[in-house]
């Protein structure tokens, strides 16, 4: 892998990194609101494995000796990576609201 493709690569983890926190968080936030405890379960477990998947980039990040970003919901960045961020927690919790109306 020549450096301008490894560039993008770490470009891509780095963003997909980003949008596995933000959907963790949204999923957690869905599940500390529902009533219904199945699926609030089901909320945390989809969670957990958005957890699992950002640490799973963040350590293919740190192989490749490349900058694990900081999580932007803790530091407040701004900018086009976090209105991605945000456009994509939006649209799945937009999602997850009309999903919750179906039961379980």
Known sequence: MNNEDKAK???GL???LQKERATHR??????NSESNEAR???LI???ETEAGHAERWSA??????AEVPPDIARVGIGGAAAGS???STEQMTGWALCSASFPV
């Open 26 to 31: 949204t999923y957690l936030a869905l599940a």
């Open 45 to 47: 477990g989809l969670a």
């Open 60 to 65: 293919r990040l740190t192989e490749l000796g």
């Open 40 to 42: 609030r379960k089901a």
């Open 14 to 16: 780095q963003i997909a």
């Open 85 to 87: 961020v945000r456009q």
């Open 9 to 11: 690569f770490v470009k």
